[in-house]
């Protein structure tokens, strides 16, 4: 069975994002002034799996094996 699965990945809190600053001074002197910002990066796969569990457990993988360095970053998974 095919499941679409969404994963977002970010910086943990305290990790230094320099796109995110980079944005937020743009928007300053846009007139645009944020209080926060930061940046994600989000993935939509189509997983091949027995049920939702299994696709989550595949997805958990890619980002353990690949997307996610897990000193630096945290991340959610969504099974649809």
């Known amino acids: 069975m095919l499941f679409d699965v969404i994963i977002t990945i970010a910086l ?19 007139g645009i002034p944020t209080l926060s ?8 796969i189509g997983i091949d799996a027995v049920d939702r569990e299994e696709a989550g457990t595949k997805a958990r993988a890619i980002c ?4 996610a360095n897990p000193v630096i970053h945290r991340y ?3 099974v649809v």
């Open 12 to 30: 943990k809190e305290g990790m230094l994002d320099p796109e995110a600053r980079a944005i937020q001074n743009a928007l300053a002197h846009l």
């Open 37 to 44: 910002l930061s940046t994600a990066r989000r993935f939509c």
């Open 64 to 67: 353990e094996r690949l997307l």
């Open 76 to 78: 959610e998974i969504e």
